[in-house]
């Protein structure tokens, strides 16, 4: 494995930036390859046979590229995939719900775990088992809050309509001894201010909001470091964007997200 | 041609099956066979390539299982690829924005048309074109409501979240001297009391709301006729589902919006 070639990281849109955010903070001299799979977002919707065709379409262009392991930034694919993956292709694969499950455990305390997702994440079982694997304790309540990852994709990240999505979504929450709510979509963070106030009024003071895309982060750091795998080089590690459709409105929200470090998409048919 | 051949109807997802309830009541003998690409719905916030492309595979899909015609029963696609639908294919293509802005017109009266769409719809121009190509005297204001396409597809029809999302969109047609609005966009009928309460209230209690996918059938109806391609029969007609992905959900808003009509759904790959 050459340990200077860049890191692969799919999803299937702008969502998994929020990982590419955090694992540019863990892995600053990485360099890094996204894949969003605009054409064909949202996954979240789609049934499990249809996600998995696209998951391994996006690992194999990034594989295409050399890249030495592949993150999957998606709650979604990392729902369905992940075994699948590793068994088509000689890379390492690393995924999100691992490590927000585990995040959320540290979280919790005494209390339930709340996972928001999308439909296919949350119909998936996959926090549950996460959680089980991880923890004799923890109980899991899962909700489906499909809407916020159209409204992320469109921008519409605060005021009125949010707020009051999120609200509704919370409702399953309450009362129902919540520790910890995990931002179970990679989209979600994008509303975290917005989700931690209603978080912190519905369900109380001091329940945690995880975000998974932060514990990815930190689990693929410590990944790549215990087989060094990680990169020699001392200079800042690149960026470079792939998607499958509508490049300018992938860069405009990478842009805002990402700050002077967002690079032009190239678009590819998969 | 056959005329005992089925109708080829499709759309992104189910927005499409307004167009087919609408048809069903035009044309009660012909048999239908509804194509939902549920695999890849959204259309309306993807690129006119990706849109095209996708157009392609699902008449293709049709014209392989022997439709006599085939109507676009989705405004994105109707934007974007009737030209080359009827180029490529041997067979009567019909739209969905032609016949609905020949209704705004009829009911706009002396004020302007709003037409509410997909942002692909909107950025197109296409209702701006047709309206010009068939009155000098119209003018067209679009707006891009794309929330209500995922609002749909989870069924969230009523109640707070999407009187808020519709309330915002129509925001942009306030003191603009309105006189129809467009629901631009085959799932926007599924809002329709919604909209129509708001467009009293925001707008005017004389401002008509426009379903094109009445207006639709009524020229399906019309073009058949004309071209003595109705069928001959007096049974019933059949209807023929098809989806890319999760036939379960699609049925079961089928069944909601069709009643009995509703058949099982098939799943095929395009």
């Known amino acids: 494995m050459n340990r200077e070639a860049p890191l692969g990281v799919f999803d299937s849109g702008l969502g998994g930036l929020t990982v590419v955010r955090a694992l540019r903070a863990a892995l ?22 249809t996600v998995l065709r696209y998951a391994l379409n996006c690992t194999r262009a990034l594989v295409d590229r050399g890249v030495k392991a592949i993150v999957i ?11 699948r993956l590793r068994a088509d292709f000689d890379k390492p694969v690393l995924s999100v719900i691992e490590p927000g499950a585990r995040a959320a455990i540290r979280s919790a305390g005494d209390g339930r775990i709340g996972v928001l997702g999308t439909t296919a994440t949350i119909a998936s079982g996959a926090y549950v088992r996460a959680v089980s694997a991880n923890s004799t304790r923890c109980e899991v309540l899962g909700r489906a809050a499909p809407l916020l990852v159209p409204l992320a994709e469109e921008g519409w990240l605060e005021g009125e309509v949010p707020s009051l999505v999120v609200r509704e979504y919370l409702q399953a929450f309450v009362g129902k001894g919540i520790g910890a709510v995990v931002l179970g979509c990679t989209h979600y963070p994008l509303f ?15 329940v945690n909001v995880v975000d998974s895309a932060l514990a990815t982060a930190d689990e693929t750091r410590d990944f790549l470091v215990d087989r060094e795998l ?11 964007f792939l998607v499958t459709d509508r490049p300018r409105s992938f860069e405009a929200v990478a842009q805002r997200f990402l700050g002077d470090a967002a690079p032009a998409a190239t678009v590819i048919d998969l």
Do not use: F, M
Not at 73 to 83: I, K, Q
Not at 192 to 203: D, G, K, T
Not at 230 to 240: A, I, K, N, V, Y
């Open 73 to 83: 930034a998606c709650n979604t694919v990392s729902a369905v995939a992940p075994d």
């Open 28 to 49: 600053p001299h990485e360099d890094i390859v996204y894949l969003g799979d605009t054409a064909r977002v949202p996954y979240g919707t789609k049934g499990p046979a």
């Open 230 to 240: 990680t990169s020699t080089r001392t200079r800042p590690g690149e960026l470079e």
């Open 192 to 206: 975290r201010p917005l989700i931690e106030e209603q978080v912190r009024s519905l369900l109380g003071p001091h």
